[in-house]
C-alpha cells in the first residue's frame, strides 16, 4: 500500500483507492499518439482514446 498527502483532504490517502486520472490524447500523428499514450500508461495513467483533432 502507497500513501501520498493530499493538501486538500488535509492528511495521508491510499493511493491504491484513489481513482485514476484519466487523459485524452490529441495528437494529428499516430505513431507520436499511441507512444504518448503507451508512456502514461506506464505511469499508471488511464488513456482510453486517442483523438486526432480537437
Known amino acids: 500500500m502507497r ?3 493530499s493538501p486538500k483532504f488535509g492528511g ?3 493511493s ?3 481513482a485514476k486520472a484519466k ?3 490529441v495528437e ?3 505513431i507520436t499518439a499511441m507512444d504518448i ?3 502514461l500508461k506506464e505511469l499508471d495513467y488511464d488513456v482510453p482514446v486517442i ?3 480537437g
Open 12 to 14: 495521508l490517502l491510499d
Open 37 to 39: 499514450q503507451n508512456r
Open 16 to 18: 491504491d483507492k484513489m
Open 28 to 30: 494529428d500523428e499516430a
Open 3 to 5: 500513501l501520498c498527502i
Open 23 to 25: 487523459i485524452l490524447v
Open 51 to 53: 483523438a486526432a483533432s
